[in-house]
């Protein structure tokens, strides 16, 4: 389990770095020394099986209800059974299904905040069922398979230093900087 949390910090690193790379920032490790004190959460995550009809008598039930990760960005591994949905710009739904050997970047509040919401964190939840399959209620099964995953919360280091990327502006260009909080703001 060490070497995996250890795998997943680094490619988490590498992806903060890709990231300020495509931003076009002067240096590729702008966001590194801000997350390079292992205050990451690795969690082993089961929805266990369970009865449909105790979900679908509760309208609004869900799995895991809709949220977003706060921390700078999520590496989410998945089994091969889905329900897992994340929220468009737009308002929609897609699925997120399983891929064999693929992996979920999310990008979470802390690293919207720091992108100055260049970059957003991802709404998503996960349901019973994928809801872009169209099979008939009738031939669903009549209980819920469990479902695994394993999720790599990257978190920034414990300083109070909050940055915000000034020069990237919003969609609707505004800062985001008017939050009580500590901030150094960058060129």
């Excluded at 903060?16 to 082993?44: S, V, W």
């Excluded at 949220?67 to 999520?74: E, L, N, P, Q, R």
């Amino acid at each position: 389990m060490l070497a995996y949390f250890e795998a997943y910090d680094q490619l988490h690193l590498t992806i903060l770095r890709a990231l300020a790379r495509g931003m076009g920032l002067e240096d590729d490790d702008y966001f590194t020394p801000l997350c390079d004190a292992n205050h990451q959460n690795l969690r082993l995550l089961h929805y266990p099986e369970c009865d449909r009809t105790q979900i679908e008598a509760h309208t609004g039930q869900r799995r895991g209800g809709i949220h977003t990760d706060y921390g700078t960005i999520t590496l989410l591994s998945q089994e091969h059974i889905s329900g897992l949905v994340a929220q468009r710009l737009d308002g929609t739904w897609v699925s997120v299904p399983p891929t064999p050997g693929g992996m979920v970047v999310n990008v979470g509040e802390m690293l919207q905040r720091w992108s100055n919401d260049v970059l957003r964190a991802t709404p998503h939840q996960v349901l019973d069922d994928d809801p872009t399959t169209t099979m008939d209620q009738d031939k669903k099964s009549p209980s819920v398979p469990e479902r695994y995953s394993i999720a790599f919360f990257a978190m920034p280091t414990k300083t109070p230093l909050y940055l915000v990327y000034q020069t990237a502006t919003a969609p609707t260009n505004h800062p985001n900087m008017n939050q009580s909080m500590n901030l150094i703001i960058l060129p």
